[in-house]
């Protein structure tokens, strides 16, 4: 296979699940796991006579998005009727945007792999209604529905074909997938379905100028499947070409037990969703006052808080990443600053390495911490006057991440306070010169290797306590008298 | 009960009040006129005996409590497109035969608030799908004038009821002339309010953008009544509009002096019967003997109407039917095979042939390729009527004109011939295309058949329209006939 002759084309749609209490058009909670068609009222099962009511927040949250990425939000949008029959889709029509939709451009950065930032365009963002789901295990040969889903608000996220890798299209998934979690508008749960999306691949040969057949691949739920997928799509479709076939317009499935893609359905089998403006609902009509309104409440967004550590902290550009792709993270992070506020580096990098580390061991949220930022503080603290070194700081940490206990305590019972007193050292010195006698007399008739095994000695007799700056200027007095 | 069937609603709660009658003597009195004249008429689709008496009872005790309102105690029968909770709404369909509402429609909750008792169900084409009522799943309804002909459709049922006086109040709902085209035929008083102004909530849909709910009742006056207490905004529509609710009846005794009437040039074409026409004239006559200055305006659109209707409604109608599959209630066929074969015979078994007609014509009309053409090229022609609607209005106050080209035809006549039965419907579409109030009032006869007058006036003025009727029904007694036999 030859994939440097090819260049792959990628755009994907996020169906991001909105986090408003009631459906987009009724009043049944949302809530996810419930028994079947225990949160479908009657609009939801689409009974005969009920009409679709807009549920205001579901717009607030599209319109937080728009500005967030810098799109325009439509004074005027529309909701569209797409028609076709399913037995999860009660209306026998999903209630979505199409043509004027209420979030049209808008851009989001990513950061690659050699630190370069690539602009990735936003074609659009529309409100539609879910579906709900069919059942199909445990019902001996029949199938069920379950409706609870059936009418939750997405925001349907539609990226321009700019996307060239399928690293680069995880790297803008996830980008995405910090946006809205930011901005309080998904919860991003991908296992429960919260965020997944439909990517659109196709190659083409490097220079072409014309895009090549698309197919894509529907609802995948993980940044890793998503990478996954695209590349055995890129590799398929590649092969495809290379052996003369063509690629047909279609529809696939990524299987994730196989790691591969299968087709659903072509496009000669495909609906005609005979979209036409819906009747039941009047044009959706936002006051300029109403954006600015939203514009206010928007809070710092990742990229600017990103940029503010870097410029405010002195941080790596790839560390502020780390911090903000987490608004809870980057929010501990700055607490920790403000308890220790000499420290931002090294609590750039306890919260990024340490701290990541342990949560992540223990699979926990950072909102789950079981570390106060103060806590943590307390040790940069005890780090920065030289109470603990760097090594033993550690062990400090396992113990408070264990008991929730304060540095100084922790340090203070484990004895583990560093020893800078020169006396103290001197004399620790002394026993392992006493010790060891021939290393001794080969170090003084000019073998230097052995300093090292010195300071080794030392350092172990001091249980790693004994300052090593002073260790080392004191050896060197000591040694040579 | 001779003497309660020519009351008015206000005469009827006078005499309530005054302990003259009871609400269980005057609803007994009407079911059993019901029962009597349902093989003749066959104009409910569901009689509500039992509940009808239990809630006449309620009312009576409301009212010798002093508690209650102008309505309370007063009958009604519900066109049965009207959801209406533990009572069959089966919309005309074999497809919802079997469907028991588990909520009322917002117009059903409202009137039962005031007090209004529900006698039954009627009778109406399927899914409000005709001009006749020939395609209700439960058989045609009867003119009461003369047996043989069609009551008009879609809303036939609420119109012959009233006509045969087996309620005072019916409720209807027009899409291209479902209350007008009937209330004409049948001799009586039907209005379609403004679009928005009448909650659609629990009306099950046609056409979304046309379909409005409104009554059918003998006399402006009593519609003036019944539509105050159904009108209004609900926050469960999204198209009804959020307007105050003024009281129609005060406004009834004004004088016509003055009033601006526009007779519409394309409408007394050569399309309209010869009689018909004398009878809309000698009417109008009557306006300007009341004050009315008369002058003739134009359309030029209005021509177009039926064509862009029979595109937008059946569009709308093809995705508003769509949630008849099978799965979650109605009709479902029996043991089908797999996805496909329920949803084939459900619909196939399930729909009568108009139903389908539609469905198809809607279907094609939305598909790839042919939107622009029609879909979006007849809402352009809807804009244009509704245009010149709003053109006519600056220089008069309502404009009037027939109702229907003929009096009421014999059942089967147009059944073979789609386009003539929609034909029936050229005076009354344009009102719904522009979302304008409008009804129809008895103005004279042709031979021993009812003919309708048909007032359309600018948005909201619902309350102009039945001061103008209400007038003209002061100066006639066309609709105090009752047909023969129904004394």
């Known amino acids: 296979m030859s994939d440097r002759n090819w260049e792959t084309v990628i755009g994907l749609e996020i169906h991001a699940q909105l986090a408003t209490r009631s459906k987009i058009f009724s009043g049944s909670p949302t809530t996810y796991g419930a028994s079947p068609n225990t949160q479908a009222d009657l609009v939801d099962l689409g009974y005969p006579g009920v009409l679709p009511v807009l549920n205001g927040a579901a717009v607030r949250m599209a319109v937080k998005f728009g500005l967030a990425i810098g799109a325009r939000v439509a004074p005027q949008s529309i909701f569209a009727r797409k028609n076709y029959f399913y037995p999860d889709l009660p209306k026998g029509y999903q209630i979505s945007q199409y043509e004027l939709p209420i979030v049209v451009g808008g851009a989001l950065d990513i950061l690659l792999d050699d630190g370069a930032v690539k602009r990735i365009g936003i074609t659009r963002a529309h409100l539609e209604e879910d579906a709900g789901k069919s059942l199909h295990e445990g019902l001996a040969g029949s199938s069920g529905i379950d409706l609870n889903r059936a009418g939750t608000p997405l925001l349907e996220i539609v990226s321009e074909p700019q996307l060239r890798s399928a690293k680069e299209a995880v790297a803008y998934m996830k980008k995405v997938h910090t946006l809205v979690r930011y901005l309080e508008i998904c919860d991003g749960n991908m296992q429960e379905g919260s965020f997944r999306c439909d990517a659109n691949v196709s190659v083409r040969p490097q220079g072409a100028q014309q895009l090549g057949t698309r197919t894509e691949i529907k609802n995948v739920n993980s940044f890793r499947f998503v990478e996954k997928a695209i590349q055995y799509e890129v590799g398929r479709q590649i092969e495809v070409l290379e052996s003369g076939g063509r690629i047909v317009q279609e529809t696939r499935l990524y299987d994730p037990d196989r790691g591969e893609t299968r087709s659903m359905r072509t496009k000669e089998e495909a609906n005609d969703y005979r979209y036409f403006p819906d009747p039941d609902l009047l044009p959706l009509v936002l006051a300029p006052s109403f954006i600015d309104e939203v514009r206010a409440s928007l809070p710092e967004l990742p990229d600017a808080k990103a940029q503010r550590f870097v410029a405010h902290y002195g941080l790596t550009p790839y560390d502020a990443g780390v911090l903000t792709a987490s608004r809870e993270l980057a929010a501990y992070y700055e607490e920790v600053v403000r308890h220790a506020p000499g420290e931002p580096i090294a609590a750039a990098h306890w919260v990024t390495g340490e701290l990541a580390a342990a949560l992540n061991r223990d699979s926990l949220d950072v909102t789950d911490n079981p570390l106060p930022p103060a806590r943590l503080a307390g040790l940069l603290a005890r780090m920065a006057d030289a109470t603990i070194s760097g090594k033993l700081a550690k062990e400090v940490f396992e113990a408070m991440w264990a008991s929730g206990r304060e540095a100084d305590a922790i340090i203070e019972e484990k004895g583990l306070k560093q020893i800078t007193d020169a006396a103290a050292i001197g004399r620790i010195i002394e026993e392992v010169m006493a010790k060891n006698p021939a290393q001794l007399a080969d170090y003084r008739a000019g073998k230097d290797k052995l300093f090292g095994f010195f300071v080794g000695q030392v350092m172990k007799a001091s249980r790693g306590k004994a300052n090593p700056a002073q260790v080392n200027e004191l050896l060197k007095t000591k040694l040579s008298s | ?487």
């Not at chain 2, 609603?9 to 009407?30: D, M, P």
């Not at chain 2, 004249?37 to 409301?62: F, H, S, W, Y």
């Not at chain 2, 409720?171 to 379609?192: F, N, Y």
């Not at chain 2, 039965?421 to 021993?448: E, H, Q």
């Open chain 2, 1 to 487: 009960m001779a003497a309660l069937i020519q009351k008015t609603l206000a005469e009827l709660a006078a005499g309530l009040r005054g302990k003259q009658f009871s609400s269980v003597e005057l609803a007994r009195g009407l079911l059993e006129r019901i029962e009597a004249a349902q093989p003749k008429l066959n104009a409910l689709i569901t009689v509500t005996r039992d509940a009808a008496l239990a809630a006449a009872a309620a009312a009576d005790r409301d009212i010798g409590a002093g508690r209650g309102g102008p309505l309370t105690g007063i009958p009604l029968i519900h066109k049965d497109i009207f959801c209406t909770e533990g009572v069959r709404t089966s919309c005309g369909s074999r497809m919802l035969d079997n469907f028991i509402a588990p909520y009322d429609a917002t117009v059903v909750a409202r009137l039962r608030s005031a007090g209004m008792v529900m006698l039954g169900k009627a009778n109406m084409d399927e899914f409000a799908m005709g001009s006749s009522n020939e395609t209700s799943f439960y058989g045609p309804v009867r003119n009461p004038w003369d047996a043989r002909l069609v009551p008009g459709g879609s809303s036939g049922g609420s119109a012959a009821a009233v006509a045969a006086r087996l309620a005072p109040v019916a409720t209807a709902t027009d899409t291209g002339g479902s209350i007008r085209q009937p209330a004409a035929l049948c001799g009586v008083t039907g209005v379609k309010p403004t679009y928005g102004r009448v909650s659609r909530y629990g009306m099950i849909a046609f056409a979304s953008s046309l379909d409005q709910g409104g009554i059918i009742t003998a006399s402006a006056e009593d519609a003036a009544l019944v539509l105050r207490a159904m009108a209004g905004f609900d926050p469960r529509d999204s198209t009804s509009v959020d307007r105050p609710v003024p009281d129609y009846t005060a406004a009834l005794g004004r004088s016509l002096a003055g009033l601006k009437v526009g007779l519409l040039e394309e409408f007394f074409d050569k399309g309209l019967d010869a009689d018909n026409e004398r009878q809309i004239r000698a009417a109008l006559g009557v306006f300007a003997g009341l004050g009315a200055s008369l002058r003739e305006v134009s359309l030029p659109s209005i021509p177009l109407s039926v064509p862009a209707y029979y595109v937008v409604a059946p569009a709308e109608c093809s995705s508003n039917l769509a949630r008849y599959d099978g799965v979650r209630f109605g009709y479902r066929c029996r043991e089908p095979r797999d996805l496909l074969d329920l949803y084939r015979r459900t619909r196939g078994e399930g729909f009568g042939a108009e139903v389908k007609r539609r469905i198809m014509t809607g279907t094609y009309v939305l598909s790839t390729g042919y939107y622009d053409a029609y879909y979006l090229k007849a809402q352009k022609v809807r804009r244009l009527i509704a245009n010149d609607f709003e053109r006519a209005f600056r220089d008069v106050d309502v404009i009037m004109g027939p109702t229907t080209p003929t009096p009421a035809f014999e059942i089967g006549a147009k059944t073979a011939d789609p386009i003539t039965m929609y034909l029936n419907d050229i005076y009354t579409i344009g009102a719904n295309l522009a979302g304008l109030p409008a009804l129809s009032i008895p103005c004279g006869f042709v031979g021993k058949l009812p003919v309708g007058l048909q007032i359309i006036g600018p948005h909201f003025a619902e309350e102009r329209l039945l001061t103008a009727a209400h007038a003209f029904q002061r100066e006639t007694d066309w609709h105090r006939r009752i047909p023969p036999g129904y004394e």
